[in-house]
DNA sequence: ATGCAATCTCAAGCTGACTTGAGGTCAAGC
DNA sequence: GCTTGACCTCAAGTCAGCTTGAGATTGCAT
């Protein structure tokens, strides 16, 4: 609740290694909230190095922004998480990091099927699923393992 | 050798699943290579299908369509590939499917460590480091997992 | 021979995740 | 009190990976 508690936009990028329109960016998607001084800058809770760090984390699993601010609505908004908060909210990410570890086991088990027989074909092998992208449309980048 | 192994675009899209405009674009990045009848429309090898197979698979695995074609750089161009071809090919797949997956069980595994203490910090646990980023400079969308 | 689906080209649009630039304000040290 | 760097707001640009649309042509089936 100090003052020291709040930090302006530029030392949360230098903490963070993002850069500073990244994080504004993030402000306006919703992803942080910041509170602004007399003069209108930006100050965020020191806690928000740890909020943008979980958001870089996620992002490497190939989550969205979308997705990302879904996970960290669990967490209280314009407060200090506790510790709790974030074992919480790790043990979700850790979640997703096995499912993916998962998919990619079954994807390398079918690849060394192909491998022998070196088809690679879509009918006989089914590594590749057509009926899978049937429902995922709309352009934009694809979705990384679905 | 056959005419019989020469595919119209509209086949292709429906063997692979993809869009028409699609397979044409992937033509005009250099991912595959075509034939034009009289009247100018497109014909493809048979074996092509595979080669479109192959491209989704590796795009699954989140690579970018640059680094698909290099890959499909060691494939013979406008020539049916053998098997042998394929399976080269399709262990190269594998060896970066390996590398993914350790990358995650590492990434799961630190962040385990980090569940423990509820940290979540950059400075602490290491989970994400910044210096990893310093090159990987320029807009677009991220790189999944390096 | 004709009709209709499939194909063609080319330009423009779109999503996600940002960056860049212009033009202006704030604040801390000397 | 003045300079210098950090900060502000928009609007527009960028890149990947496609899609959409317009307007014209082709080619198989009857």
């Known amino acids: 609740m100090n003052r020291n508690d709040l930090i ?3 030392t949360l990028a230098r903490r963070t290694g993002l850069a500073v329109s990244a994080i504004r960016y993030y402000e306006e998607r919703g992803l942080l909230q910041s509170v602004r001084t007399g003069g209108n800058q930006r100050r965020f809770l020191r ?27 669990t967490l209280p908004q314009g407060r200090t998480p506790t510790v709790l908060d974030w074992q919480k909210i790790s043990r979700a990410l850790r979640g997703e990091i096995d499912r993916r570890i998962q998919l990619l086991t079954r994807t390398r088990n079918k690849l060394d099927e192909c ?6 074909s879509l009918d006989r092998c089914a ?9 995922a449309a709309g352009p934009g980048p694809r979705f990384v393992l679905d």
């Open 47 to 73: 806690s928000d190095i740890r909020r943008l760090s979980f958001v870089l984390i996620a992002q490497k699993l190939g989550l969205g922004l979308a997705e990302i601010e879904q996970a960290l609505g």
């Open 115 to 120: 491998i022998g027989c070196g088809c690679l």
């Open 8 to 10: 302006p936009i530029g």
């Open 127 to 135: 590594l590749y699923n057509k009926e899978d992208r049937a429902g």
